[in-house]
């Protein structure tokens, strides 16, 4: 089946430190998505790509949709302890009606004190 | 809007009993989804429904699992007889249609813990 390859798996950081996660397929999507999940809580949606090279930014957050339609990159700049989580990208591949979106095993972001 | 609504938030039961979680979607969503949580595999989508008729229930483990949405605003997901090895956290996401340019908004998920 479809699988996505989110990396790294976890990351400790130093607050004010930039953060650079990824997201690889073998398989094209046709949608980038990526969430967070805080501590106790559901997953919550950051930023949606939707177009290839597609670059959107939500605040400290930076997304890229790659060329390929294979990956996709988040950046965190400027971290806080707010960003503390994990980060799931998801794809979706939108060939039919009712395709189902695929999440990667997402990334942990530990800011060490 | 309250959100996805799940309950309970904790399930702690022994191996054998049956267990049923709940889902309240958010009002107006089509789509009611039933993922699973764990730090092996991720999130895995167990089944998803739209209109109350269930699409894919291809990632349900095996017939102890079962879903029902009897209307709109409610489903259950139902383990009969549970393993320990069914415990994970189980999140119920609801969509207001398809998924393009719409996102899945999750409720805080029913952690179960099967001993």
């Known amino acids: 089946g479809q699988q996505l390859n989110q990396s790294p798996q976890s990351m400790f950081i130093q607050e004010g430190e930039d953060v650079s996660m990824n997201c690889t397929s073998s398989?094209?999507?046709?949608?980038w998505l990526w969430y967070k999940q805080d501590p106790g809580e559901g997953p919550v949606l950051l930023i949606a790509?939707?177009?290839?090279?597609e670059l959107t930014s939500n605040g400290r957050l930076t997304a890229q949709f790659g060329i390929t339609r294979k990956d996709s990159f988040l950046n965190i700049s400027a971290s806080i302890p707010s960003d503390v989580g994990i980060y799931f990208c998801?794809?979706?591949?939108?060939?039919?009606?009712?395709?189902?979106?695929?999440f990667g095993k997402g990334t942990r972001l530990h800011i060490l004190p | 809007d309250a959100g996805v609504i799940q309950s309970p938030r904790h399930e702690v039961t022994e191996m054998g009993q049956e267990v049923t979680l709940r889902c309240k979607p958010i009002?107006?969503?089509?789509?009611l989804f039933w993922y699973r949580q764990t730090m092996m595999r991720g999130l895995e989508l167990l089944i998803y429904?739209?209109?109350?008729?269930?699409?894919?229930d291809s990632g349900m483990p095996e017939d102890r699992f079962s879903a029902k949405m009897p209307n709109a605003s409610f489903s259950t997901l139902k383990i009969q007889p549970s393993e320990p090895r069914d415990s994970a956290v189980y999140f119920c996401?609801?969509?207001?249609?398809?998924?393009?340019?719409?996102?899945?908004?999750f409720g805080n998920g029913t952690r179960l813990t099967v001993t």
């Open positions: 790509l939707y177009k290839a090279g």
């Open positions: 998801a794809g979706q591949r939108l060939m039919n009606r009712d395709d189902k979106i695929i």
């Open positions: 996401a609801s969509s207001p249609k398809v998924l393009y340019n719409s996102p899945l908004h």
């Open positions: 398989s094209i999507f046709n949608t």
């Open positions: 009002s107006g969503h089509d789509y």
């Open positions: 429904f739209n209109n109350n008729v269930p699409i894919d």
